[in-house]
């Protein structure tokens, strides 16, 4: 598969699972009737974790034990059946930004090739490598954190208020969150379309709470004005 580089194929060393189970209340923004936002491939601001038929939970765990026993071919059908939900959520993520999106991808498979013997078969295969890809474009944002600290009662004012945002036009609702400030959209895309608490998007994003709660006003503000403008 293009996500997997030469050489990283060899059977996942066994180990225990560490990463916490993705959630799946995220809170969708609300639509215009006349101007329905359909599902779009990852890049509309609905969450990427369907509920898991049984059947399909069941063919994932049938591959992840065959991909384990070292059956390469079986980790490839796993790779197929996922790698556009994972894709979609890094790039809502990053911007954007296709090339490096794919490169976290990319990571993303060889990290669960690694770990895969780590996977308890408490959730859906899904469920753990949503959250797997997720954490890897998290840790690249730290490392990329390009962002000077704004004191959170500016950031608050700037927001114009806690009311969830309401998008007319997908294009326009892509192109202003992938303009949003690294942080702000970072925290936005967690919060209103991963489901996370602003109590663990301050564990994972190395900010306060409080910090947290102000960028994502900060975030909605500036998403009105974008798209009231268009």
């Not at 954490?135 to 962002?147: F, H, K, Q, T, Y």
Request: hydrophobic share 45%; net charge neutral; proline share 4%.
């Amino acid at each position: 598969s293009p996500f997997l580089r030469k050489g990283e194929v060899d059977p996942p060393p066994s180990g225990r699972r560490g990463s916490r189970e993705a959630r799946g209340d995220a809170i969708k923004p609300c639509v215009y009737s006349q101007h329905p936002i359909p599902q779009m491939d990852g890049l509309a601001l609905t969450a990427d974790i369907p509920l898991v038929e049984s059947s399909e939970r069941d063919a994932d765990a049938a591959l992840v034990r065959r991909a384990v026993a070292g059956e390469v071919a079986a980790f490839e059908q796993l790779y197929r059946r996922h790698a556009g939900r994972v894709h979609g959520a890094i790039l809502r993520l990053v911007g954007r930004d296709r090339a490096r999106a794919e490169e976290l991808t990319q990571d993303a498979f060889v990290q669960a090739w690694r770990k895969l013997a780590s996977f308890r078969f408490e959730s859906a295969f899904a469920t753990w490598l949503h959250r797997l890809g997720v954490n890897i474009a998290l840790m690249d944002l730290r490392i990329r954190r390009d962002e000077d600290a704004t004191d959170d009662d500016v950031l608050h004012a700037a927001a114009g208020g806690e009311i969830p945002f309401c998008a007319a036009e997908r294009g326009d609702l892509e192109r202003a969150v992938a303009a949003l400030p690294t942080r702000a959209r970072a925290v936005l895309v967690l919060h209103d379309v991963e489901g996370y608490k602003h109590e663990e998007i301050s564990a994972e994003l190395g900010m306060a709470v409080g910090s947290s709660k102000a960028q994502l006003h900060r975030a909605r503000g500036l998403l009105r004005r974008a798209l009231a403008d268009r």
